[in-house]
């Protein structure tokens, strides 16, 4: 299990790097996002909407606050053209990220795993436990990103990554989108709380998974 982590930990932080880089130019700052939502919304919510969906997609490569961008579209865009465009964003970074990864993440496992059966056991941890993984990894930022980078590098069934990312960001991209369709610079409680309240479930459930499902051995194919 160490591997599967040290891999993933490698991973984040590699994502993280992305995020700190581009916030130190001042680039992709919620500001300046809000900012483009803003001039775009004078267009049409079809125009946020292909923001929210080209930054989404970007979060696969720099690391972007997605959630305030799910938010910021609800409000800029409405509950429905917000949502619609979150999960088609997430939908496509998931799907990347899995495709680049199962096509090149051998390179990367091979480097930081140089055993051959930590390998094929750090692949076996993943597909045994990665649809969890995937369920809980909106409770922290880079994680989805994470998560469908080792499906790929696992070999997980597209078919089950597919359903297991459905499953996850169909029902939070919605909740994001409408908390921001309901609220307002005079009142910012909903997308607030809801934000507070998403973090909080999947942070508890990532815990459950490391204190009970994350012990039990790994079946290696």
């Known amino acids: 299990m160490s591997s599967l982590f040290?891999?993933?930990?490698?991973?984040?932080?590699?994502f993280a790097s992305t995020f700190i880089a581009v916030n130190a130019m001042g680039w992709l700052t919620?500001?300046?996002?809000?900012?483009?939502?803003?001039?775009?919304?004078?267009?049409?919510?079809?125009?946020?909407?292909?923001?929210?969906?080209?930054?989404?997609?970007?979060?696969?490569?720099?690391?972007?606050?997605?959630?305030?961008?799910?938010?910021?579209?609800?409000?800029?865009?409405?509950?429905?053209v917000g949502a619609l465009a979150a999960l088609i964003g997430t939908l496509l970074a998931g799907i990347a990220g899995y495709i680049l990864s199962a096509k090149?993440?051998?390179k990367l496992v091979n480097v930081v795993v140089k055993d051959e059966k930590q390998r094929a056991e750090l692949r076996g941890h993943f597909r045994q436990h990665g649809v969890l993984m995937i369920l809980l990894s909106r409770a922290m930022p880079i994680l989805p990103e994470v998560t469908a980078c080792m499906s790929g590098i696992s070999r997980m069934n597209f078919t089950t990554f597919l359903l297991a990312w459905c499953a996850v960001n169909l029902p939070y991209?919605?909740?994001?989108?409408?908390?921001?369709?309901?609220?307002?610079?005079?009142?910012?409680?909903?997308?607030?709380?809801?934000a507070i309240a998403l973090s909080v479930f999947f942070w508890i459930g990532w815990g459950l998974l490391r204190r009970f499902s994350l012990k039990r051995p790994v079946r290696v194919d």
């Open 6 to 14: 040290k891999l993933m930990g490698i991973m984040a932080l590699f």
């Open 30 to 80: 919620v500001e300046q996002i809000q900012l483009w939502f803003e001039q775009a919304q004078s267009l049409s919510a079809l125009t946020v909407a292909i923001i929210v969906v080209s930054l989404l997609f970007l979060d696969l490569f720099i690391a972007v606050p997605t959630l305030s961008i799910m938010i910021l579209g609800g409000y800029f865009a409405g509950a429905y």
């Open 104 to 106: 090149f993440g051998d």
């Open 173 to 194: 991209t919605f909740i994001a989108a409408y908390a921001g369709s309901i609220s307002s610079l005079e009142n910012p409680k909903p997308a607030i709380l809801t």
